[in-house]
């Protein structure tokens, strides 16, 4: 029922910018939190933020705080990601997820707690 489409991911110099989007639907409630996560090659998805719709509560892993900035607009159901000052360890595949109901909250980001998903836009960052 609850479908998020990623988009906005392409490939940039270390340094460079990206802003993320996600585009919820089905969603029938008030109150849901929405993370992002990230996975590369090897790897285990990893959480990246979150947000909530209830209080505005956001959440940053250690490896992005202060480079990366969650927002939401909740008239379009979309969530947003800007990225700045890019690194090659940024370079992974993101997904954007709802919480499921009686979820955690946003004051970290479990994959496990988060059960409707997107597909994934890819993000490069390489000179």
């Known amino acids: 029922q609850v479908q998020l489409v990623e988009s906005g991911g392409g490939s940039v110099q270390p340094g460079g910018s990206l802003r993320l989007s996600c585009a919820a639907s089905?969603?029938?409630?008030?109150?849901?939190?929405i993370g992002w996560f990230r996975q590369s090659p090897g790897k285990e998805r990893e959480g990246v933020s979150c947000?909530?719709?209830?209080?505005?509560?956001?959440y940053y892993s250690d490896a992005v705080k202060g480079r990366f900035t969650i927002s939401r607009d909740n008239v379009e159901n979309t969530v947003y990601l800007q990225m700045n000052s890019l690194k090659p360890e940024d370079t992974a595949v993101y997904f954007c997820?709802?919480?499921?109901?009686?979820?955690?909250?946003?004051?970290?980001?479990?994959?496990?707690?988060?059960?409707?998903w997107g597909r994934g836009t890819r993000v490069t960052v390489s000179s």
């Open positions: 089905g969603l029938t409630s008030d109150y849901y939190v």
């Open positions: 947000i909530s719709s209830s209080d505005g509560n956001t």
């Open positions: 997820a709802t919480e499921r109901p009686g979820g955690y909250g946003c004051y970290d980001v479990y994959p496990g707690l988060y059960d409707s």
